[in-house]
T-cell receptor, first 114, second 113 residues
Framework: AQSVTQLGSHVSVSEGALVLLRCNYS??????LFWYVQYPNQGLQLLLK??????LVKGINDFEAEFKKSETSFHLTKPSAHMSDAAEYFC????????????FGKGTRLHILP | SQTIHQWPATLVQPVGSPLSLECTVE??????LYWYRQAAGRGLQLLFY??????ISSEVPQNLSASRPQDRQFILSSKKLLLSDSGFYLC????????????FGEGSRLTVL
């Protein structure tokens, strides 16, 4: 079975500072991993995904994530936070890329301090 | 390009009343369709998914049902709402090729009083 744990339900960073959102996964098969972003009162949109190719994945808006099998982690980073990055971020895992088996984490709300 | 529409955006209903949330996808054919519920601090819970007309899979037992009367239409229903049905409901679609990418609608916020 697959599962995802996001460490920290709320994270605050100053504008211009590094963003680090943590995600650890559990999977009995090689996982597909995703980060989605949700702006207030909107649906989710895909930021980036890992599908067993390059371990460092680049996404939209300068976000990137690194797959570390030894640590079972897929942390999301951005070098310099912008006010528009304030949103909720969800890490997700699926077994072998099955669309109907995507498991989402509980989400991390990112606050950007001026 | 593909778009997904979900309505109503907001709904306040009394306990025991019926529910119908609708979702339509445009610009693609034979999509996989999904209904998720989002509760604060609890992430997203998959309620139903469909791989074709009339084919519905339910992930959790509940007071809700889903139907897919047309290829690109997905409806979430209830005959009698409970307080616990309150939440943010999200419709989503995928290409069905197991890319792992879901495309979400804007969501429907349901408050049951």
């Amino acid at each position: 079975a697959q599962s995802v744990t996001q460490l920290g339900s709320h994270v605050s960073v100053s504008e211009g500072a590094l963003v680090l959102l943590r995600c650890n996964y559990s999977s009995s098969v090689p996982p597909y991993l995703f980060w989605y972003v949700q702006y207030p009162n909107q649906g989710l949109q895909l930021l980036l995904k890992y599908t067993s190719a390059a371990t460092l994945v680049k996404g939209i808006n300068d976000f990137e994530a690194e797959f570390k099998k030894s640590e079972t982690s897929f942390h999301l980073t951005k070098p310099s936070a912008h006010m528009s990055d304030a949103a909720e971020y969800f890490c997700a895992v699926s077994a072998e890329g099955r669309d109907d088996k995507i498991i989402f984490g509980k989400g991390t709300r990112l606050h950007i301090l001026p | 390009s593909q778009t997904i529409h979900q309505w109503p955006a907001t709904l306040v209903q009394p306990v025991g009343s019926p529910l119908s949330l609708e979702c339509t996808v445009e610009g693609t054919s034979n999509p996989n369709l999904y209904w998720y519920r989002q509760a604060a601090g609890r992430g997203l819970q998959l309620l139903f998914y469909s791989v074709g007309i009339g084919q519905i899979s339910s992930e959790v037992p509940q007071n809700l049902s889903a139907s897919r009367p047309q290829d690109r239409q997905f409806i979430l229903s209830s005959k009698k709402l409970l307080l616990s049905d309150s939440g943010f409901y999200l419709c989503a679609w995928s290409r069905g090729s197991d890319t792992g990418e879901l495309f979400f609608g804007e969501g429907s916020r349901l408050t049951v009083l």
